[in-house]
């Protein structure tokens, strides 16, 4: 596609060393990097607009800058769950796992059928993906009742023992995006909280704290 190398040469002039020596400060490795803030990138996407082939090529070039721009191009509705699948097994880092889930895969039809799916994964960022559409759904979909979620309960308590990093810090955050949804499943989400908190396994404590510390405030719904 001719306009990807016009959008590369664009993440490269808007690219730092400042930006780049940054992303190791917040756990974010990539092997291809520009340096491009997400100030610039959400700019850089609102003048493209969405276009699902040159999300696709842009996801292929590799480039971690050119990944983000990809979830914020492509067209939800044109999303397949093989493309889900595959971008799944590409994830890098939390950055680009999360802003994919954040801002395109919750919005396909296909996302419920995937948090199941790629809860089951061993790898730790296609794992944490799971959990962070789970949380994204939680978010951003108005569709849905609670037994959707409430169906997802078991994936997080099966998932809560896994002590990897980004994937405990992910079952936290789908845990208290789905208690934050409504009354019924604040109370079945502290319930699961609590459970997990009298764990022996280190990170299922780690995790049930730290969803009780956020679903016991004054404020817990939105």
């Known amino acids: ?19 780049r020596d940054g992303y190791a400060r917040f756990g974010i490795v990539a092997k291809k990097t520009f340096g491009v803030s997400m100030a610039k990138i959400h700019q850089l996407a609102k003048r493209l607009g969405k276009n699902h082939e040159l999300a696709a ?16 191009v492509d067209d939800p509705a044109h999303v397949t769950p093989a ?47 799971a959990f962070a559409l789970l949380a994204s759904l939680a978010l951003h979909d108005k569709r849905s009742d ?36 409504s009354p019924a499943l604040h109370k079945a989400s502290v319930a699961l909280a609590q459970r997990l908190a009298a764990s022996s396994e280190p990170a299922a404590r780690w995790i049930g704290r730290d969803a009780l510390k956020d679903l016991t405030k004054k404020e817990k719904l939105q």
């Open 1 to 19: 596609m001719t306009e990807v190398p016009k959008v590369l040469a664009e993440l490269e002039r808007l690219g730092t060393k400042h930006t």
């Open 57 to 72: 090529a842009l996801w292929d070039t590799a480039w971690y800058e050119a990944r983000l721009l990809a979830s914020f």
């Open 83 to 129: 493309q889900m699948d595959r971008w799944c097994r590409e994830f890098e880092n939390w950055a680009d796992c999360d802003t994919v889930c954040f801002k395109l895969f919750d919005r396909t039809p296909h996302a419920f059928r995937k948090v199941v799916q790629w809860a089951k994964r061993r790898a730790e960022f296609e794992k944490r993906a």
């Open 146 to 181: 609670d037994a959707a979620f409430l169906a997802c309960l078991p994936l997080i308590e099966n998932a809560a023992a896994d002590d990897r990093n980004f994937v405990k810090k992910g079952v936290s955050w789908a845990l208290r995006g789905v208690g934050r949804r």
